[in-house]
Every structure is written in structure tokens, then in C-alpha cells.
């Protein structure tokens, strides 16, 4: 499953949020959310074949973790596409800002 794919169910981004806090279960993560613990499972088992949650066994448990390799890759989209969006962001604001201030002085004259 492709990295967007798993984070676009907000579920995924939460239990992402809670593990970048450290490794925790499975019951665990289950614990935080108001649905069962199979959703759960299932949840984690699309964030780990997406490659951003690693997993390891303790005994009978399994215990999740945030791969930073995976998010790295994430990261490094994001950084290749945003600077481009961001610079047009920053001329429609301006854009905007030297509008509304010939509106003012319009309103002033």
C-alpha cells in the first residue's frame, strides 16, 4: 500500500501521533480509540506494509513502532513538492495584502 494511501484515514494519523511518543502494543494503541481492537490491528497492519510503523514481537505481544525511514521518505516528498506551493501561497497573500490596502485607501479617499 502506498505511504498516502495509509495516512489518508485519519484513524492511521492518530495512532502515527501516539507512537511517535514511543513503541507501544497493540492493546494499547487499541486503548486510546473507541473501536475494537481487530480495526486496530487492522489499522497497524496497513501502516506497517505502508512501511511507517515497524513491528516486534515481546513474548506473545507485538510491539509498534514509527520506522523514521518511512516517514523519512515522506518527508522528502513533501520537501520536493511544497516549496512551490508554499512560494504560491505567499504570492496570493501578498497578492491579497496589496489588495486590501488599495481598498483602504480607496475607502480613505
Not at 497493540?26 to 510503523?53: E, M, W, Y
Not at 525511514?69 to 518527508?75: F, P
Not at 508554499?86 to 504570492?91: A, F, P, S
Amino acid at each position: 500500500m502506498e505511504v498516502f494511501e495509509a495516512i489518508a484515514q485519519p484513524k492511521r494519523r492518530e495512532i502515527l501521533r501516539l507512537l511517535a511518543g514511543g513503541e507501544r502494543s497493540a492493546g494499547d494503541v487499541a486503548a486510546h480509540f473507541d473501536v475494537t481492537q481487530p480495526a486496530i490491528s487492522q489499522h497497524l497492519k496497513v501502516l506497517r506494509q505502508a512501511g511507517l510503523v515497524g513491528e516486534r514481537r515481546d513474548g506473545t505481544r507485538r510491539l509498534y513502532s514509527v520506522r523514521t525511514e518511512g516517514l523519512a521518505d515522506l518527508h522528502s516528498f513533501l520537501a520536493e513538492v511544497l516549496p512551490d506551493n508554499l512560494q504560491r501561497l505567499k504570492r496570493a497573500a501578498e497578492a491579497e495584502e496589496r489588495s486590501a490596502g488599495a481598498r483602504r485607501r480607496a475607502e480613505r479617499n
